[in-house]
């Protein structure tokens, strides 16, 4: 049984561009969320999806937007790209009911922007 | 912004020693996990505790929640060498499940 997988694993972009980073959620899995973090700190919240919508929102400007398939995976996509974009982005699957507040994250993928 | 705090930043211990690592927050919460992170890749759930629990055990961890003080701690007991990484608490605040992390504890064991 496949955890949730993320691609790529690494990028590196140049200030200004735009970037989109890939999700699939664990097996069985409806809802998908989003983190950001920054070399030594905890995860940030970005957003989550569910059914195919956005659910919940953090802290994060416009610039940071996503989107859910009918499959469940996701994507995360960051325009107009700043230095202080560089870190690891986490992507997290979790299944409704009770338990849907454990979350299963992927290995993430480390962005540089230079 | 981060809503919980851990305590202390880094905890250096020897294999077979026990690791306490204690996490405070600001609001109140649904529930209260602990995670898990080696050389920064994915996080790896270890335990939950909701706000009506005190106390839980999953092997050689036990997390206690005191909601009165609005903290947690997680205990490692007889710590291995391969216990060595990153620790977060993170806490659910309403129905939905964003999680809110703390800063962590890089917690060492020496073999």
């Known amino acids: 049984d496949a955890g949730v997988t993320q691609s790529p694993t690494h990028l590196i972009k140049t200030r200004g561009q735009q970037v989109t980073l890939r999700c699939s959620p664990k097996?069985?899995?409806?809802?998908v969320s989003w983190y950001q973090q920054a070399l030594g700190q905890g995860p940030q919240f970005i957003f989550q999806y569910y059914e195919e919508e956005e659910r919940q929102r953090g802290n994060f400007p416009d610039r940071f937007s996503g989107h859910q398939f009918p499959n469940y995976s996701s994507e995360l996509n960051v325009n107009a790209l700043l230095l202080g974009d560089s870190a690891l982005y986490l992507c997290?699957?979790?299944?409704?009911?009770?338990?849907?507040?454990?979350?299963?994250f992927g290995s993430g993928t480390q962005l540089s922007v230079l | 912004s981060q809503q919980g705090e851990e305590d202390p930043q880094a905890l250096s211990i020897q294999e077979g020693e026990n690791a306490t690592m204690n996490c405070s927050y600001k609001t109140s919460i649904n529930n209260l996990q602990w995670y898990r992170q080696n050389s920064g890749r994915g996080l790896v759930h270890l335990i939950l505790?909701?706000?009506?629990?005190r106390e839980k055990h999953s092997g050689r961890l036990r997390v206690t929640l005191d909601t009165s003080k609005k903290s947690s701690s997680l205990l490692i007991t007889a710590s291995r060498a391969a216990d060595t990484a990153s620790y977060f608490c993170a806490t659910v605040h309403n129905a939905g499940n964003m999680l809110t992390f703390g800063g962590g504890t890089r917690l060492m064991v020496k073999p």
């Open positions: 505790i909701r706000s009506n629990e």
């Open positions: 097996s069985g899995h409806d809802t």
């Open positions: 997290a699957s979790s299944l409704p009911g009770r338990d849907n507040e454990k979350l299963f």
